[in-house]
């Protein structure tokens, strides 16, 4: 599973012109999803969101998590994170989850970070959405269960 995490100020996620989720100061984190995930995978990177110090403390360290401010978690479903643009220049996609399990899986990660964390919105999976945010820093973390990274 890969993660990209991105501390903002605000986001939301318009799916046909309607708004379907929004948070204020917290996380917004795109999702993807590879065959060889396992549940293992989820629950790594859910505690690595939620638990990431990120936000500044009183003396302007990166010493406070999700947890320590109250944050909004916005998650997004992103298959685009398994894309392989080293050949050519059309990116391969085939190292993603195929969707009608990545869909399941989707499902799952948000059971699981909310079981962990009560503050959590989503965007609508296999929908053109329109992510808006107001990247915090800019602070932009990236993670992979793999710990390619």
């Not at 501390?7 to 318009?14: I, P, Y």
């Not at 997004?76 to 009608?100: C, N, V």
Request: proline residues 4%; positive net charge.
């Amino acid at each position: 599973m890969r993660a990209v995490i991105q501390r903002v100020l605000q986001a939301s996620v318009e799916v046909d012109g309607n708004s379907i989720a929004s948070i204020n100061k917290g996380l917004a984190v795109l999702a993807g999803f590879a065959p060889s995930d396992t549940s293992k995978d989820l629950e790594y990177i859910c505690q690595k969101i939620i638990g990431i110090r990120i936000f500044d403390d009183a003396s302007s360290f990166m010493n406070l998590s999700l947890f320590d401010v109250h944050g909004g978690l916005l998650l997004i479903p992103q298959f685009t994170l398994y894309g392989d643009a080293r050949k050519g220049r059309r990116p391969s996609f085939s190292s993603a989850m195929k969707p009608e399990t990545a869909s399941e899986y989707f499902d799952s990660f948000v059971a699981i970070c909310k079981a962990a964390y009560p503050h959590v919105a989503t965007g609508k999976f296999k929908a053109h959405m329109k992510v808006m945010l107001v990247n915090d820093g800019p602070v932009t973390i990236l993670l992979d269960s793999s710990k390619l990274f």
